[in-house]
Structure formats: C-alpha cells, structure tokens
C-alpha cells in the first residue's frame, strides 16, 4: 500500500498534532526543481520515494523521462516506476551480492582475492592482503586509472598498470575508486562460475522483489521501455546521455560496452574464455532501478535487512567531501550531517554520473528508507556541494522532502 500525504493533510497535521508544517507541499517543491522557465536551475525529471516498516509509503516523481529528439518537447511523463542507471547507489547491490555469496561459503570477504584472480594486482608494498571487504570500501590500495572498465572483449588486468596504484600501501588509506567494483565483481564470478549480473539478480534483486537488473540484464521489456534517459542541458536543449530511446527498445537482454558504443549493444561472452572482466555489466554503476526500487534496495541495511553486517565503518576520515564514513559497500553519514535532522545516521550510497544526482539511504532510528535522483543537470549551473552533507543542491532538496515526508508519515500514524 502507498499513502499519500497532500498538502491539505499537512495543515490538518499542523493544526492538530503541532507538528510544523512546511508551507509548500513535497510535489510543489518536486514540480519547482523542473520548472523550464530557468534553465540553469531546472531539471528534467525528479523523483522521491520514501519507505518505512515494510512498504513504500509516499513516492512521487515530477518532469519528464523523455523529451523528443529536439531535447525542449516533454514526451512521456517520470513516474516512481520509471528505471534509471542509478550510478553509484549501484555498488549497493554489488556489495550485497558479494556477502551473500559469503554467507554461502563461496568466498571469504576477508581473503586475500590474488590467487581467485590468478594475477597479481599493482600495489604498493608492505601492506594489508587485497580483499573482497577492502576493495568495496575502497581500501584496497588500488586507485582509478584513467579508464577504469574494458571493453566487451578486452581483460580487467590489462587495465591494472602501474598508473591503478595508489600512493600508499593496501590498508593504510583510502580513495574512491570505481575500478575496485570491476575487480570485486571478477572475483564474485570466477568463484561462483558465474556472470556478475545474474548473481546480482539472483542473490539481491529478485529476493527483494526488483524488476532491476545491470544494464538492463533480466529487467523485463515492459519496465525497460518505460525506463527515463539521463540528459545534460547543452546549447539550450536536453541532450541524452544514457538510456536513450533506441536503447530502451532494444530487445536484447542486455546492453555491454563496446569501444565503438560504450554504452550500448550485446555481445555473449565467449564460453572458452569468460570470467575475465568483471567490469562488464558495470558493478560500480550500472544498476537500472527505478526510485522505488532503491528505497526497497536500501532497506537490506536496516537492521536484520540482509546488508546490516555491511553499515560498520571500515574507514572514517575528512578525504571525502561529505562522506565520513566508509563501509564495504555503503557509505555512512554520521549524525550532525544533515541539517534537518541532525540526530539522524544514514547508511547507503549517493550516485552521480551522466546528469543523475541521487541518493538510497536507510535510516535505522526510524525503520525507513529514502532515495532520490534528478535524470539531469545544466553543466553550467550551481553544482557547488554543501562541505558538511556533500549534497549538491538537487540532493539536499530532495532529501528535505523525502525526511519531510516521513516526518508526516510517522505523525499520522
């Protein structure tokens, strides 16, 4: 069952609990971050969904997820069901996998990951093994090279140079990088005689009742075509980034990245020789979800949710703008981070990339969830990040909404 909070119900709230209300409604505010009238503030799409004891409980979404091929005419309208590349609340589900494989015994999240790989990766020595619980929380010593996934065809290990070192040993710090999900991700399949993407499907995704999959692999036709693009506004028009309206009609079962189209066409992985790119299907951002399924998604982190185990630091430090803390898979936002709510600690994972801002956190105070995203950005606007949250204006916004509706939502209980 949904609720749905107008802004009638919040005066009423107001009036008989004394819980302040906000003036402007969640939706108004949703519809004022796609106004079209100012470009340079405006978005194409936004959606929020809000989650608590079981079910979703309030989502919206305002804007549009296509627009026609002249990027200014609205086509079809972004729904709460509408699939995107989630971009990084992706490693959620990429880090659930790896511990349910755990939990099965086929791999040991504390081992050191060479021998499954059966080459060596390029790190400084001294250090601490490389692990499964070191490459997801980004510990491992191994940082992005200038290009940090391979091709259809083409191996992992020959993106692992020198220049994939990072300046200090496996252990003794930390930095974000996305190549150490394409590694986790060889090293789930290879011990598991199995591609990354049906592991996903299988251990995360269909348990928790998702229609989502990585790139688009074992997401249904129907949720696919109804999918959002992710758009950049250039030149004054939308210009498509991800997903766009070939992509989403395309039937075949997934879309792999190739040199001549890094974002689009299908190639089976040869028999004779597979498991040797884990970054295939993209286990650092290429999850496809809609805004319900990664507040579904981020619920595996409450507690006794499949993913509790995970939301333990495994680093804390100032390196990362906002995020304090690390754990292996999920980033952590301690108390005092969000303004509004600042006896509040959240465990889940921002995204951004090809115009998407969001967010999936599960908050364990208040047995919820929220997630968020825009489908995209003006380049040239304010994307200036707050130093304490790390939220650029979008996800700050929508995070306001999302916490102000499960304010309401518990209120009226």
């Given at each position: 069952?949904?609720?749905?909070?107008?802004?009638?119900?919040?005066?009423?709230?107001?009036?008989?609990?004394?819980?302040?209300?906000?003036?402007?409604?969640?939706?108004a505010?949703?519809?004022?971050?796609?106004?079209?009238?100012?470009?340079?503030?405006?978005?194409?799409?936004?959606?929020v969904?809000?989650?608590?004891?079981?079910?979703?409980?309030?989502?919206?979404?305002?804007?549009?997820?296509?627009?026609?091929?002249?990027?200014?005419?609205?086509?079809?309208?972004?729904?709460?069901?509408?699939?995107?590349?989630?971009?990084?609340?992706?490693?959620?589900?990429?880090a659930?996998?790896?511990?349910?494989?755990?939990?099965?015994?086929?791999?040991?999240?504390?081992?050191?990951?060479?021998?499954?790989?059966g080459?060596?990766?390029?790190?400084?020595?001294?250090?601490?093994?490389?692990?499964?619980?070191?490459?997801?929380?980004?510990?491992?010593?191994?940082?992005?090279?200038?290009?940090?996934?391979?091709?259809?065809?083409?191996?992992?290990?020959?993106?692992?140079?020198?220049?994939?070192?990072?300046?200090?040993p496996?252990?003794?710090?930390?930095?974000?990088?996305?190549?150490?999900?394409?590694?986790?991700?060889?090293?789930?399949?290879?011990?598991?005689?199995?591609?990354?993407?049906?592991l996903?499907?299988?251990?995360?995704?269909?348990?928790?009742g998702?229609?989502?999959?990585?790139?688009?692999?074992?997401?249904?036709?129907?949720?696919?075509?109804?999918?959002?693009?992710?758009?950049?506004?250039?030149?004054?028009?939308?210009?498509?980034?991800?997903?766009?309206?070939?992509?989403?009609?395309?039937?075949?079962?997934?879309?792999?990245?190739?040199?001549?189209?890094?974002?689009?066409?299908?190639?089976?992985i040869?028999?004779?020789?597979?498991?040797?790119?884990?970054?295939?299907?993209?286990?650092?951002?290429?999850?496809?979800?809609?805004?319900?399924?990664?507040?579904?998604?981020?619920?595996?982190?409450?507690?006794?949710?499949?993913?509790?185990?995970?939301?333990?630091?495994?680093?804390?430090?100032?390196?990362?703008?906002?995020?304090?803390?690390?754990?292996?898979?999920?980033?952590?936002?301690?108390?005092?981070?969000?303004?509004?709510?600042?006896?509040?600690?959240?465990?889940?994972?921002?995204?951004?990339?090809?115009?998407?801002?969001?967010?999936?956190?599960?908050?364990?105070?208040?047995?919820?969830?929220?997630?968020?995203?825009?489908?995209?950005?003006?380049?040239?606007?304010?994307?200036?990040?707050?130093?304490?949250?790390?939220?650029?204006r979008y996800?700050?916004?929508?995070?306001?909404?999302?916490?102000?509706?499960?304010?309401?939502?518990?209120?009226?209980?």
């Open positions: 069952m949904i609720r749905m909070f107008t802004p009638v119900a919040a005066s009423l709230l107001a009036a008989c609990t004394g819980v302040k209300a906000d003036p402007i409604s969640p939706e505010r949703m519809v004022a971050l796609v106004d079209t009238e100012e470009s340079l503030q405006a978005v194409p799409g936004a959606a969904a809000v989650w608590r004891d079981g079910e979703i409980v309030w989502s919206h979404a305002a804007g549009t997820a296509q627009f026609s091929l002249d990027g200014i005419t609205p086509g079809r309208d972004l729904t709460p069901r509408s699939s995107v590349r989630a971009a990084s609340i992706s490693k959620l589900a990429t659930l996998a790896a511990l349910s494989l755990a939990e099965d015994g086929i791999v040991d999240m504390d081992a050191d990951v060479t021998d499954t790989l080459f060596e990766l390029p790190v400084q020595p001294g250090g601490a093994p490389v692990t499964l619980t070191s490459l997801l929380a980004h510990t491992s010593g191994i940082c992005d090279p200038e290009v940090y996934w391979a091709a259809e065809g083409e191996h992992l290990e020959a993106l692992l140079t020198e220049d994939a070192t990072c300046p200090y496996p252990g003794a710090g930390w930095t974000y990088a996305n190549i150490n999900y394409g590694i986790a991700a060889q090293v789930m399949e290879i011990a598991a005689g199995e591609r990354f993407d049906r996903a499907t299988q251990r995360v995704l269909q348990p928790l998702l229609d989502a999959g990585f790139n688009w692999s074992g997401v249904s036709g129907l949720t696919r075509r109804n999918g959002a693009t992710l758009y950049r506004f250039v030149d004054g028009r939308w210009v498509a980034q991800v997903d766009d309206t070939e992509t989403l009609n395309d039937t075949r079962p997934a879309i792999l990245r190739r040199d001549d189209a890094p974002e689009s066409g299908h190639v089976p040869v028999a004779a020789n597979p498991f040797t790119n884990g970054t295939l299907y993209s286990p650092q951002g290429g999850l496809r979800a809609s805004v319900e399924d990664l507040a579904v998604l981020a619920s595996a982190f409450l507690p006794g949710g499949m993913g509790e185990a995970l939301g333990d630091p495994v680093w804390t430090g100032d390196e990362s703008p906002g995020v304090r803390a690390y754990g292996p898979g999920p980033q952590i936002l301690l108390p005092g981070q969000i303004a509004s709510h600042p006896e509040l600690r959240f465990v889940g994972h921002a995204g951004e990339a090809y115009g998407l801002y969001g967010g999936a956190w599960a908050i364990a105070e208040r047995n919820a969830t929220v997630a968020f995203f825009v489908t995209g950005v003006n380049p040239d606007g304010d994307l200036s990040r707050d130093p304490v949250s790390g939220f650029t996800e700050a916004e929508l995070m306001f909404i999302a916490l102000q509706v499960l304010d309401l939502s518990e209120a009226t209980d």
